[in-house]
């Protein structure tokens, strides 16, 4: 047995959607499964308790950012990420590429590795594929991910080729460097808005044989409709017994065509961060609560919820919460917004085995939306 062990338990007969069991060290994780994102060992604003409480099964934290600070070697010496943040639940790392490649001018890409200057102090770094190994076997995650470029959006057919062979090329350096037997290395498919380029990244990744897969260089700023297309190219030639993780996606409806589209596993830190905004997700849609029209309104954030939020606290107090800029508020907002998207992840579970998704993403959109999308 691997790290990790993934098996199909269920497949829809009218979509691409599954449903599956992705065993891994520290718990058994039920697919198509949402992460919430925990970037620098903590998902903000949420205690670990509270994270079991709203159901996480998996949570994901950041290579870059825990390598800048507190630093790889720390957390080793503090037992792991797990022990270092009391989380005894699944934990994901990626790979730390996004952030050093989204530094834009403060990096420079070689085939060797990427040199940057830290967003923090200004000073001078590097990491390849080695490294990101090395930093990640250390955190000690249950997944780890390869190191990997993400074209950017809009990139032409030239840049987005050599960048995804890149990639590929990395892909190879990196399973040669990982060595933890307790953890699992994914493989990340990149390739752009170019059909035949997913083609070829998704083929390679496949070919060097990782547990499971990872889909990247979407949601960059591309129309939903071509993201979705790229999925459709790409999910048939990912393996059918391993798990398929769309890197960094996580709106409600994005959530629903990405598991009718064959994928298993999603992050993003979006309901963190709108909610820290004074957004909250509603079944009726989002809803701004620091807005004034809100300020008397002593409903739950979403009438019906049954989250610990909405079962004890008003929309005007949340308000007047945020207002003040209350730790409690920007609490009370997450916790709310993680119980939304986890729960959603249940009913779309739920819908799978009753053989009802096509039926229940159609209602949701209709009620979330106010149309027929």
Known sequence: MGAVEFSVTYESPNTWARLGELCTPHGVIETPVFMPVGTQATVKAMSPRDLEEVGAQIILSNTYHLYLRPGHRLVEKAGGLHKFMSWKRPILTDSGGFQVFSLGKLRKITEEGVTFRSHLDGSKHFISPEVSMEIQMALGADIAMA??????????????????????????????????????????????????????????????DFPGYGIGG???????????????VTVPRLPRDKPRY?????????????????????????????????????????????NAAYGEDFLPLDPGCDCYTCRHFSRAYIRHLLKAGEILGMHLATLHNLHFLLRLMEMIRQSIAQDTLPQFKKAFMEQYYGDDT
């Open 147 to 208: 190191f990997d470029e993400c074209a950017p959006y809009p990139a032409d057919y030239e840049y987005t080729k050599n960048s995804l062979e890149l990639t590929s090329r990395w892909a190879r350096r990196c399973k040669a460097a990982h060595r933890r037997e307790d953890q699992a290395l994914f493989g990340i498919v990149q390739g752009g808005m170019y059909p035949e380029l997913r083609r070829q990244s998704a083929d390679d990744l496949v070919s060097l």
């Open 218 to 232: 979407l949601s960059v700023g591309e129309p939903k409709e071509l993201m979705y297309e790229m999925l459709e």
């Open 246 to 290: 769309l890197m960094g996606v996580g709106s409600p409806d994005c959530l629903l065509e990405g598991v009718s589209r064959g994928i298993d596993m999603f992050d993003c830190v979006l309901p963190t961060r709108i909610a820290r905004h004074g957004m909250v997700f509603t079944k009726n849609g989002p809803l701004t609560v620091r």
